[in-house]
């Protein structure tokens, strides 16, 4: 295995080969075999436009430089190029390292760093902003591709060669990177190989009937393991199904896509689900090919979970899952009350869990815990982290994923929350200790504390508590906001309200008293304590 990762186990390994879980299939050779088969078959449906074919990319990609283990950033919204580009390394043996959109120079400086990209692959302009102007703030990719005008890049559909025969990869080997959540600031990097990552996409697929007849909707970012392979967009073209990208996720982009496409299966974050249960009324669509809409991210409440399926006329799946490995949901015959009210079962048999008090002792069922998992498409490690994965793991493995959970008799969990200091923004993690490191740089800024207030369309937003330093007024909430754009910091993690305090609540031992902190917020939105993601927010 690539230096840096942490194997699993060999009693492990080969228990779960010996079961069928791990497969001697690198991930970039089904779509080809598919395509050999049905070389007419549409594959994927974008909008603007196509691209060249994988193996060619991946020819090209080896003339300009590539090899076998190098790690290649990607920073591409959804379309063709991605998924054409993604098959391309897996065939090259090459390590995307995924990327979202909305990163800007603190995110991506950081991943090319941690890496040691070769290559970093970017849009020309998306959602108007200049990605080439960010790659020219961030070094160590030697190489460069845009999809797009280059400036002084390489336009990656130049990027094109022969197909020539490329030494399969090791299917055991790390496939791709995939990004943590970011609990302890920026992201850490979480590696996938061919085989666990193979097995995350099948057991996705079949829990949710995928076959060659769905056509799926990517309306997320792909560049997330929820839209990538769970089951997504690589779980659909595993079946010989049909991807259709959305662009944006609005409903006017979505909505038309869903009905000229006849969109049969889509995956949602909670603040998305409860614009499509607004507006699927009155917004004009034929929406009546969808059999299923899949909400994870976030915890999807059980009255809008109740009544998405009715309005839209489909089956709910709830989702909960991590980058790190396990994967819940609810599955296609669970009654419908067990569909709004839980965030399904672990979906492998070999998948376990502790749920456990502070102390590590277990807690009785039904009690809330923390979530302890292990499996066979849960990573060991963090990649080049070892003194994180010392405390984010047991000595025995089990990766501690921070979430509160209560286990049911039936085997369903119910997320209650989160045990690290994390805001929640609609599925979009914030770390506030990151965002405190900028707001700290800020020269009228002595003190900073960020925590969630309460939201009634995402769930959580983030409040910045301020204490001035001595050269007079904290900065106004825009001015802020400019600041931390400025410093690079991505959109979803900027500020949504700033207080200005003379100084804050602290504990017996001396630290920032957070949870004093969000009780004020509540009382200043009008929240009762206690409350979820149906508070009235400001």
Request: with cysteine; glycine share 10%.
């Amino acid at each position: 295995m690539l230096a840096g990762c942490v194997p699993w186990p060999p009693e492990f390994a080969r228990r779960y080969t010996e079961r069928g879980y791990w497969r001697p299939e690198p991930l970039g050779t089904r779509l080809r075999t598919l395509a050999r088969a049905d070389a007419d078959r549409v594959a994927l449906v974008e909008p603007a436009r196509r691209t060249g074919g994988a193996d060619r990319l991946a020819a090209g990609l080896r003339r300009a430089g590539l090899s076998p283990g190098d790690r290649v950033v990607i920073q591409l919204p959804n379309v063709i190029d991605f998924v054409t580009l993604c098959h391309a390394l897996f065939r090259l043996g090459a390590l995307p390292v995924f990327a979202l959109p909305a990163h800007r120079e603190s995110e991506l400086a950081h991943l090319c760093a941690m890496s040691d990209a070769t290559a970093l692959v970017i849009p020309d302009n998306y959602l108007g902003f200049d990605h080439r102007e960010l790659a020219r703030r961030v070094t160590g990719p030697e190489h460069v591709f845009v999809v797009g005008e280059p400036a002084e890049f390489v336009a990656l559909d130049t990027v094109d060669a022969e197909p020539e025969p490329l030494p399969a990869p090791d299917p055991a080997d790390v496939a791709l990177f995939l990004l943590s959540g970011g609990t302890t600031g920026l992201p850490k990097l979480i590696p996938r190989t061919h085989q666990d990552y193979g097995y995350n996409l099948r057991i996705s697929a079949e829990n949710a009937g995928l076959t060659a007849a769905d056509s799926y909707l990517a309306v997320l970012p792909i560049g997330h393991n929820y839209a990538l392979a769970c089951p997504g967009v690589l779980g659909t073209l595993h079946v010989g199904g049909r991807v259709v990208l959305a662009p944006t996720p609005s409903v006017e982009d979505v909505f038309p896509l869903i009905e000229r496409e006849r969109v049969t299966v889509t995956g949602l974050v909670p603040p998305l689900a409860l614009l499509w249960l607004e507006m699927a009324g009155i917004a004009g669509a034929d929406l009546s090919s969808l059999r299923l809409v899949q909400v994870g991210g976030a915890k999807f409440g059980a009255d809008a979970a109740r009544r998405f399926g009715p309005a839209l006329g489909c089956k709910v799946q709830q989702s909960f899952g991590m980058a790190e490995g396990l994967l819940c949901q609810t599955a296609l015959d669970d009654p419908p009350e067990t569909v709004a009210t839980t965030q399904g079962r672990p979906l492998s048999p070999d998948d376990e869990i502790r749920v456990v008090d502070a102390s590590g002792a277990a807690v009785p069922d039904g009690e809330v815990g923390e979530l302890l998992t292990r499996g066979p498409y849960t990573p060991r490690g963090y990649y080049r982290a070892e003194e994180h994965n010392a405390s984010a793991f047991t000595s025995d493995g089990f990766f501690r994923t921070g979430d509160l959970v209560r286990l049911l008799p039936s085997g369903h969990l119910v997320v209650e929350g989160r045990v690290k200091d994390q805001i929640n923004r609609g599925g979009d993690k914030v770390a506030a200790d990151e965002v405190e490191d900028h707001l700290l740089a800020h020269p009228a800024v002595r003190e900073c504390a960020v925590v969630a207030m309460p939201d009634p369309l995402i769930g959580e937003r983030t409040c910045a508590f301020v204490v001035p330093g001595p050269r007079g007024a904290a900065p106004g909430l825009a001015e802020m906001v400019a600041f931390l754009r400025d410093r690079g910091l991505a959109a979803y993690k900027l500020p949504d309200r700033l207080e200005v305090v003379e100084s804050f609540p602290h504990t017996a031992v001396g630290k920032v008293d957070k949870r004093r902190l969000r009780e004020r917020i509540r009382e200043l939105t009008g929240a009762q304590p206690g409350s979820t993601s149906a508070e009235r927010g400001r």
